[in-house]
């Protein structure tokens, strides 16, 4: 039981960690809250059952167990409730951003056609002036 709870644990930890580095490595909110809540949801699971084998049959592993059942609904739910909340916000991805992505080539189209509409009115308003 010792060893199954020490295996528990570690894969937590593990998973705990990996979900870190997906937060710092990704490139934009989505891809980052998608690394930080599965990875979330997975490890507490792992830890906390971990803990509830090193327990036993008492109080702690009942009281375990609600903490369990808690995190279990409430960390899916708050992630999708800011997925929803940034998508609501307009937030986009990093691909928007990126150089040489179809939305930023518009971009920079729809720029150098206002700069272009831009000089040729500086030109008509250059003979008033």
Request: charged content about 15%; overall charge negative.
């Amino acid at each position: 039981m010792t060893v199954l709870s020490g295996l528990a644990l570690a894969l937590g930890c593990f998973f705990m960690l990996s979900g870190a580095v997906g937060l710092l490595r990704f490139p934009d909110f989505y891809t980052r809250m998608h690394a930080a809540g599965m990875t979330d949801t997975l490890a507490t699971f792992l830890v906390v059952g971990g803990l509830m084998l090193l327990a036993g049959w008492s109080l702690a592993l009942f009281k375990l167990g609600l903490i369990l059942l808690f995190i279990f609904f409430t960390s899916p739910t708050a992630s999708h409730s800011l997925a929803r909340a940034a998508q609501h916000s307009e937030l986009r991805l990093a691909d928007a951003q990126r150089p040489g992505s179809r939305e930023s080539r518009e971009t920079e189209t729809r720029s150098m056609a206002a700069a272009e509409t831009e000089v040729e009115t500086d030109t008509v308003n250059v003979d008033r002036a």
